[in-house]
């Protein structure tokens, strides 16, 4: 009565990528994050996931900004992408980003590259705007001070 099964086929349809899990969408807002929100160009890593994390949502933005005048960073955790982690290991390799213990630095290609993103208004305007905005006001410190919190409990 039942036979068995000879095979199945699978057949391969093309599926569209969210462009936040691209590698070069992701390296775009990494450059930016060093170019216009760090300080000399440097960040680590906790600190980029706090970026990556508030460029995926308005409010989220608001009060990185709002941190930044403050001085005081009032947000208990954030997300960690493994998009950012991957992203930020292609832009090592594309000499655009270089580690600097305990962090990443942007190179003089990579400042290049985001000026060059920076040059066309259909490009990152949003996250440009928000990066602007924030400024360098995000310390290394302040994210230490939320993060020392995570080992406190």
Request: glycine share 6%; aromatic share 8%.
């Amino acid at each position: 009565m039942t036979e068995p099964m000879s095979g199945l086929l699978f057949e391969r349809k093309p599926s569209p990528v969210l462009a936040e899990h691209r590698p070069l969408y992701k390296i775009g807002q990494v450059l930016l994050i060093l170019h216009l929100a760090s300080r000399a160009g440097r960040s680590r890593l906790l600190r980029l996931h706090l970026f990556n994390w508030a460029l995926k949502s308005v409010d989220r933005q608001k009060l990185l900004i709002h941190a930044s005048t403050a001085k005081e960073l009032k947000v208990s955790a954030w997300g960690f992408d493994p998009a950012l982690a991957i992203a930020v290991r292609f832009a090592i390799a594309e000499g655009l980003v270089r580690e600097q213990s305990p962090g990443y630095e942007i190179t003089d290609e990579g400042v290049s590259f985001a000026k060059e993103i920076l040059k066309d208004p259909e490009l990152f305007s949003t996250d440009a705007a928000f990066l602007h905005q924030v400024g360098k006001g995000i310390t290394e410190a302040m994210v230490d001070a939320v993060a020392n919190g995570w080992e406190a409990q």
